[in-house]
């Protein structure tokens, strides 16, 4: 029997296993799949990654789920996976549909308020960025975005050259 301090010997061997298998399938699963399994490139990137994390920990954890069940689960995750990039890659409706877009937090050194009011981003967040960024002057702000993974970019630098459209293209204003 476990208490909150130990558990028996043939419990914690077989967690080693366990998890020992597990990674080994993640690793198998990952070299097929590509780098791209645990990109944090978008919003459903970032659910993949927590649903596979959430798998190992109950396969891990669990008495009930086999190694098995748990690799049907990630390879399904990681096939849907697969199959969400393609269609995004082959229709521009569907990832318009499937993918929130941008949003600019500054326009140069100008703070769009309404943006940081509707993406639930507070000043002292921003500023932290800026800070993160190494930003010493507003000036030198050129735009920040609020990616649609969550994190912040901030496109900076001394001078006045402008930024390449390309960069700011899916941006929302």
Do not use: C
Request: no cysteine; net charge negative; glycine share 4%.
């Amino acid at each position: 029997m476990e208490d909150w301090l130990t558990a028996p010997w043939d419990v914690l061997l077989k967690t080693a296993v366990t998890v020992l298998a597990v990674f080994t399938i993640i690793v198998i699963y990952v070299r097929i799949a590509g780098l791209r399994t645990f990109a944090k490139m978008s919003s459903f990137d970032f659910a993949s990654t927590i649903a596979i994390g959430s798998i190992l920990a109950s396969v891990v954890m669990g008495t009930e789920t086999s190694i098995l069940k748990a690799a049907v689960a990630l390879a399904t995750i990681l096939v849907f996976q697969q199959l969400y990039t393609g269609l995004k890659l082959k229709s521009d409706a569907f990832e318009d549909f499937a993918e929130n877009n941008p949003i600019l937090l500054m326009d140069g050194s100008e703070i769009l308020y309404e943006n940081l009011k509707r993406t639930n981003v507070s000043k002292s967040d921003l500023i932290a960025k800026l800070r993160e960024a190494n930003v010493i002057r507003m000036s030198q702000v050129m735009a920040v975005v609020l990616e649609t993974t969550g994190d912040i970019s901030v496109l900076h630098q001394e001078g006045t050259e402008a930024i390449d459209d390309v960069l700011l293209e899916d941006v929302e204003r």
